[in-house]
């Protein structure tokens, strides 16, 4: 059967998503610069830059366009949309607050893990990881404890799509090697992360699951290598995650 091309409409969605990428990476742009970057006629990009400055989702400064606040709210909208990441945001705050160290909430989209909510202890580690940023799955704390979580059919059709790309020399690859470590974490409930994203960062993730069962994300902590280490890596932070995550559902179901 012939594929269906897709229609003018649908590209020219297509193409207006392309120009909000990348405003975004260029943090503003001409309209020459925009075209150039996506090979489309100046005259396209002017066209749809009026129309999303004449809906108020881009602002215009001189000659350069950028992404307006709109977006700002359209995503306060979607971090805060379930009830559960109210309750979230209050045990990561109470968990970097506690250990010093960096807390986050991540959850599964599109199978990328995506920061929710984040906060950073006394001590902890200042990264450039930003609310709403994606981070690979199978290369982190969190993401590796959602993986663990998840129906097995649903995470082998995640691991069958993920490009197990090396971020460190400790990151793992082998898709073999990372069904084990998953197939262990789903026994005892936490995952570690040891210097697999980020070289000179270890981390420690709890999934956390809704009422239903169904996973809502994973809470992690992270810190130096030099402080994640001995039985407060191995044996305390496991233990304070579990302990967070456990009353963390119970407000969930009984919220």
């Known amino acids: 059967m012939a594929s269906v091309e897709p ?10 998503f392309e120009i909000i990428r990348i ?17 489309m006629p100046k005259s396209t990009v002017h066209d749809h830059l009026s129309t999303m400055h004449q809906h108020e989702y881009v602002v215009k400064e001189g000659n350069e366009y950028y992404l307006s606040l709109q977006f700002l709210q359209l995503g306060e909208h979607a971090r805060w949309r379930k009830k559960a990441y109210r309750l979230t945001y209050e ?14 909430f991540i959850v ?16 902890g580690v200042k990264t450039n990881s930003d609310i709403g940023e994606r981070v690979p799955l199978h290369a982190t704390a969190a993401g590796k404890a959602i993986l663990s979580a998840l129906p097995v059919p649903y995470m082998e059709a995640l ?3 993920l490009e197990l790309e090396d971020f460190t020399e400790h990151t793992v690859t082998d898709v073999d090697e990372l069904r084990a470590e998953l197939q262990a974490a789903r026994e005892r409930n936490y ?13 420690v993730g ?9 996973v809502l994300g994973a809470i992690s902590l992270s810190g130096p290598t030099y402080r994640m280490q001995g039985e407060w890596f191995t044996e305390e932070v496991p233990s304070m995650l579990l302990g967070t995550v456990n009353e963390l559902e119970l407000d969930i179901t009984f919220s």
Do not use: I
């Not at 995952?191 to 981390?203: I, M």
């Open 206 to 214: 709890v999934p956390v699951l809704e009422q239903s069962g169904a």
């Open 7 to 16: 229609s003018s409409s649908v590209k020219s969605v297509d193409r207006l």
């Open 191 to 203: 995952v570690f992360n040891e210097e697999e994203y980020t070289k000179g960062l270890t981390a």
């Open 108 to 123: 599964e989209e599109h199978g990328q893990g995506v920061y929710v909510h984040r906060e950073t202890g006394e001590y």
């Open 159 to 161: 691991l069958e799509d």
């Open 23 to 39: 405003l975004d990476e260029l943090n503003g742009a001409r309209v020459t610069e925009v075209a150039t970057r996506l090979e």
């Open 91 to 104: 045990k990561v705050s109470r968990l970097a607050e506690r250990t010093g160290e960096r807390a986050q």
